[in-house]
């Protein structure tokens, strides 16, 4: 995997000349029909189940073993702090919920302040020199997490977008400057 040659010296170079995305049609859909959490502070089974398929469908069986009741306590919980961390570990500790799912969940339902942590996004910050390490872009951690956000909500206030549109435009360019495989063995 590898990425083509970038005429960008940074992040911001990139940003500055690529223009942003619009939001996926079906994704948007999504969006939309979690609008009600930010005032209900709360997920139902069937939406947690939307949002870990929309983002792997191979967690599947392990996110169906979570009752709507500890999804309903979880996802309480979730919304009503305000500590990062504390997200990440609450969405974390649900079966079948790594740190991009737990991302995914916190992106769709608030895309003005949380982009998906992915792949192809980290591989482009690694290769523009935003982040220094997990050149391969997996096996996430929170604190991955917590820079990646950083750095995403960072420039999302300076362009004044939404930070999914950030992450979403990243994710483009990635696909469209990708050369070779994007999984590599570990």
Known sequence: MGLA??????????????????????????????EH???????SRGEFLDICYWKSARSMRHCKRNSARAIQRTSRGVFKTRSEER???????LHGVSVPTASAILTLTNP????????RVWQLLYSL???TEN?????FTANHWFQYLQILRHHARRMKVPVRL??????????????GTLYRPR
């Open 5 to 34: 040659r970038f005429a960008y010296d940074s992040l911001g170079d990139l940003l500055a000349h690529v223009p942003i995305v619009k939001e996926d049609p079906q994704t948007g859909k999504i969006i939309k029909q979690l």
């Open 37 to 43: 959490v930010k005032t209900d502070r709360e997920l």
């Open 87 to 93: 997200k990440i570990a609450l969405l974390t500790s």
């Open 112 to 119: 003005k302040r949380y982009g998906v942590i992915d792949i």
């Open 129 to 131: 020199g935003s982040v």
């Open 135 to 139: 050149a391969r872009g997996q096996g």
């Open 166 to 179: 950030i992450e979403l435009t990243l994710f483009k360019v990635h696909q469209d400057h990708q050369t």
